[in-house]
């Protein structure tokens, strides 16, 4: 399973890096073919237009495996019309209103804010100081600095879900 989700990141990751800064974040996640289940979220959410069109994003994006291994029935809830509020907040509480690229964290933990509105705001990011690896809230980042027309995409392998 491990195995099967690395190899489908790294090919997402090669799929992401052949489109860099020919397309707009959402464009870029589309060529890539394994976002299919956060760009259908993103569109129920009403947040598709924000991520195609707003300038200096960061997003990290869970891929459709992150998304498939929550618990059952959790993405077909929060895809519901009555819970677009709710899918808003999570998917927001993954974007940042700047580019941060992997070479701008320092080898510690900081704390970085989301565009999400209310509530819990702060993303923790960490670098690993002698790899080099980077989580944020638990999720590893398994592909990272996918550079799109207005913005960056970390590729990473589970969704996260603000505490409140």
């Given at each position: ?5 690395l ?5 997402a990751?090669?799929?992401?890096g ?90 510690r ?10 509530g819990?705001?702060l ?42």
């Amino acid at each position: 399973m491990r195995k099967t989700f690395l190899v489908t990141a790294v090919s997402a990751w090669m799929a992401l890096g052949g489109a860099a800064m020919a397309d707009n974040i959402v464009e870029t996640a589309q060529e890539a073919g394994t976002f299919e289940t956060l760009l259908a979220a993103a569109q129920a959410a009403g947040l598709a237009d924000a991520l195609a069109t707003g300038e200096n994003l960061t997003v990290f994006a869970p891929t459709d495996d992150a998304f498939a291994a929550l618990p059952d029935g959790t993405v077909e809830d929060l895809l519901q019309p009555e819970n677009r509020e709710q899918l808003a907040a999570i998917l927001s509480y993954h974007v940042l209103p700047r580019v941060l690229t992997s070479n701008q964290l320092p080898g510690r933990e900081i704390h970085i804010r989301t565009i999400r509105e209310s509530g819990d705001r702060l993303l923790a990011i960490s670098k690993d100081a002698h790899t080099g690896a980077v989580m944020v809230d638990g999720a590893n980042v398994v592909a990272a600095d996918v550079m799109a027309d207005n913005g960056v995409i970390h590729v990473i392998d589970a969704v996260m879900l603000p505490s409140d």
